[in-house]
């Protein structure tokens, strides 16, 4: 089983970044694909990045491909996000979640974090 705790959210001005972080508790984190998905009031949890249990393989969302860069650290149990280049419409709630499969879908992923709010200002 797997614990996970974001942090590194806030307030950020359009054009600025953030680092977020997913600390892992458990002795198999290293075998899990780690996810990050986003939910914006009103709307649907959708992905955002993923990164393998390597760290060699990442996938991105159209949305933030670019802009953002997903990692990990294995030895730290920690996953990061950097987001550069944050626009309003990145404005959400973000979660990491952790999956056997490296997959964008939710219902693929069995362990989540409570999420860290992300608010991009105009």
């Known amino acids: 089983q797997v614990q996970l705790v974001e942090s590194g959210g806030g307030l950020v001005q359009a054009g600025g970044s953030l680092r977020l972080s997913c600390a892992a508790s458990?002795?198999?984190?290293?075998?899990?694909?780690i996810g990050w998905f986003r939910q914006a009031p009103g709307k649907e949890r959708e992905f955002v990045a993923s990164i393998s249990w390597s760290g060699i393989s990442t996938h991105y969302a159209d949305s933030v491909k670019g802009r953002f860069t997903i990692s990990r650290d294995n030895a730290k149990n920690t996953v990061y996000l950097q987001m550069n280049s944050l626009k309003p419409e990145d404005t959400a709630v973000y979660y990491c979640?952790?999956?056997?499969?490296?997959?964008?879908?939710?219902?693929?992923?069995?362990?989540w974090g409570q999420g860290t709010q992300v608010t991009v200002s105009s």
């Open positions: 979640a952790a999956s056997q499969s490296p997959v964008r879908t939710t219902a693929a992923y069995a362990y």
């Open positions: 458990g002795r198999t984190f290293s075998r899990y694909v």
